[in-house]
């Protein structure tokens, strides 16, 4: 059996049982899962070890890069800022960011950048690695480029370009970086422990994440949209071990934090703008998520469909979550999920990646067992 810690009511041992399974088969190295219903967490767990070579155990403190599921802390700024009447997500994107209105984008909307409709899933001018680490290159270059299909007609996963397109908009509102923001008016409140750009201090508690096997791009017949946008620069699962990754505001893919804390975040949009006693949404700050912007398939992911709102995305057959359920995930497997009909937040956050950029069955496992208890009683 695997060593786990943490604690767990237990009602959802089931939860405890699957993430047990999986590091003993080796499917997951080190993890950690929370789930948290009414606000409140209702499991913390957490084991396995730091590095594929198991010389130092997943520790409670443990942080790793959750890729995509960095985009849900995006979000919710964006959403925050919409409820104080500060971003208009049906306004102009240019109405914030001016020099946007080039190549033709006057007409593009912040809800186009919130939902993978803006047409900007890639950079057109060559971008070397590194590059991701500069900020106004990364912005400049997005502002000045044309559309790569007409916005708004279809999603095309903007999987690292979404987060400085939500952060430049975001950074032009309050005057401050979007991981600056964030800490201030999300982590702080709630005491997470969760960064968009890594502080130097942190590392040592960081476990690097595994790269999975290599995506073979023949066998998925990407897009040419899919190549495009990620092979400039490539997308490469060794990002994290380097210094200028960590300490680079990349709001779409760079966030470290654990389960714990990537709950405890999300759980806000779980209980409609508030939990444990901190309310960081109005009463209705949620209900834009669940306005429908796209509904298809992704011209990025594989050609799956998917169905996105504002920022999140929503149930669909392939992910059947639940009509008042929002989720998001990472390169890799990290997943959350948010059901505001039963306020229940599960993530499951690991260092072992999967092959692809739709995550696994890991991730949903650990989902299903939190649905199962909370349905049962």
């Known amino acids: 059996m695997a060593d786990i810690q943490g604690t767990w009511d237990q009602r959802f041992d089931g939860v405890v049982t699957t993430l047990d399974s999986s590091l003993d088969a080796g499917t997951d190295v080190g993890a950690s899962v929370a789930v948290f219903l009414e606000g409140e967490p209702v499991v913390d767990v957490w084991g396995g070890y730091v590095d594929e070579a198991h010389s130092a155990p997943w520790e409670r403190d443990t942080l790793t890069n959750v890729w995509s599921t960095t985009k849900t802390m995006t979000f919710l700024c964006a959403l925050m800022l919409a409820d104080r009447g500060e971003l208009d997500f049906y306004a102009p994107v240019a109405k914030y960011w001016p020099e946007f209105a080039a190549g033709g984008k006057e007409g593009v909307e912040v809800r186009h950048l919130m939902s993978h409709t803006a047409g900007l899933p890639g950079w057109t001018e060559h971008l070397e690695p590194e590059q991701l680490a500069d900020w106004e290159r990364c912005t400049s270059m997005l502002a000045?480029?044309?559309?790569?299909?007409?916005?708004?007609?279809?999603?095309?996963?903007?999987?690292?370009?979404?987060?400085y397109l939500i952060g430049e908009v975001v950074q032009r509102i309050t005057g401050v970086t979007i991981g600056t923001w964030f800490a201030s008016e999300v982590a702080a409140p709630l005491g997470a422990d969760f960064f968009i750009g890594l502080p130097e201090a942190e590392d040592p508690r960081v476990s690097v994440v595994i790269p999975p096997p290599p995506i073979d791009l023949d066998?998925?017949?990407?897009?040419?949209?899919?190549?495009?946008?990620?092979?400039?620069?490539?997308?490469?699962?060794?990002?994290?071990?380097?210094?200028?990754?960590?300490?680079?505001?990349?709001?779409?893919?760079?966030?470290?934090?654990?389960?714990?804390?990537?709950?405890?975040?999300?759980s806000i949009i779980a209980g409609g703008g508030e939990a444990r006693g901190v309310r960081l949404l109005s009463t209705g700050g949620c209900n834009p998520i669940f306005d429908e912007q796209s509904n298809g398939m992704d011209l990025i992911l594989s050609g799956m469909p998917y169905r996105f709102g504002m920022g999140y995305g929503l149930s669909t057959e392939m992910m059947p979550i639940g009509p008042r359920a929002c989720f998001w995930g990472g390169y890799g497997g990290s997943l959350v999920v948010m059901d505001l009909d039963t306020r229940l937040t599960v993530c499951y956050v690991m260092n072992r990646m999967e092959a692809g950029l739709e995550g696994d069955l890991r991730g949903a496992n650990l989902v299903l067992a939190a649905a199962v208890a909370v349905a049962e009683g």
């Open 144 to 163: 000045a480029q044309e559309p790569w299909w007409e916005p708004g007609t279809a999603s095309g996963y903007h999987a690292v370009t979404q987060g």
């Open 219 to 266: 066998a998925l017949q990407p897009t040419e949209f899919a190549i495009r946008a990620l092979t400039n620069p490539p997308l490469d699962a060794t990002f994290p071990r380097h210094a200028w990754w960590r300490r680079a505001e990349i709001p779409a893919a760079n966030g470290h934090g654990n389960a714990r804390s990537v709950a405890t975040i999300q």
